[in-house]
Each structure stands twice: as C-alpha cells, then as structure tokens.
C-alpha cells in the first residue's frame, strides 16, 4: 500500500514538473495588440460579427483583416475607440448609434416553443417547452438573436434605463482654456 502510494505521488510530482516546464519554455507569445482589442470588445460571444466569439474578432481586427466596425452590439463608441487603438480612419456611416438594449418577453404572446431559449449565448433566458419565458437582465447582452427567431414576436429589445448600477455622468464639455491677460487684470 505505501509503495503503490509513494509510487503514484513521484509519478504526480514528475509529471507535474514537466507540465511546468513545458509551459515555461514551449510557451506561445500572443499578440498584444489583439489582446488589448479583446478587452475592448464586449465579450458576449453572440457571433453578429461573423466570428464565432469575441477573441477570434480581436485576432482578425489585429491583424488587419476585419474592420473596427465589425461589433454591432458595441456601436459607434466601440467603433471610434477600436479606430483610435489601431490608428485607422473609419467611416461611421453604417454604424447604428443606438444605445444598449435588453430583450423584454411579452408574457401573452410567448407560446414556450424554446426558440429564443437555444439561440441566447448567455442563457439569459429562463424557460421551458410550453412554458411563457422571461429574461434574466445581468446576464443579457443586447444581442438580439433571440428575437430574430420568435415566431410569435414577443421579444422586443428595449432600451436600458437609468438605473443607480448603470447611471453614469456624462463628460462635462472641454472648457475654453483661460487667456494668460485675462488672468493678470483680475
């Protein structure tokens, strides 16, 4: 029993050893510019963009291959602020400058068909088959997927209110800076 015990701890210890190696030495660098664009972005994974997440987008928004406007969830203020990071120009144009939103079930409408339930990429969505579902509002993310695929249309994506969590000030205007001449006769 001792030996079998013995045995399995130095086999554990060497693998171990050798995992921490390997990491060490065999380590991949990424890009940090990619991971810096990551932070960015919103991290909802909802795949508008045509990625299948948040990480594979920053890595083609690195790299040069998809453009800063590529995140419908982010809008306009991601768009500038991933121009801004890049160093590119962008046209704005085609960017909606709508502010975020969260899916709202319509409790008469909903016929539980589940739909809504498959497509969320967050699970903020609670419900069964036949059920009426509701949402859970933290964990939406304004992606709107789950009302492109209500056949009855009773999700609608409302706007977020103000609330003490989510009020923030707003950016007060730069203020002209004060004339030197001016500062001296008062």
Known sequence: MLAALTSLTLLGLTLGGLLGVAARFLRVEGNPLADQVAALLPGSQCGQCGYPGCTPAAEAIACGAAKPTICPPGGRALAEELAGLLGVSVDLAGVEGKGPTLAFINEALCI???????????????????????????????????????????????????????????????????NPTERALA
């Open 112 to 178: 539980g068909c589940c739909k809504c339930f498959k497509r969320c990429p967050t699970d903020a969505i609670m419900g069964a088959n036949n059920m009426i579902h509701s949402v859970f509002a933290d964990a939406c993310t304004g992606c709107e997927k789950c009302a492109d695929v209500c056949p009855t249309e009773c999700i609608e994506m409302r706007p977020v209110r103000a609330t003490v969590q989510t009020w923030f000030w707003s950016n007060p205007a730069a203020l002209p800076a004060p």
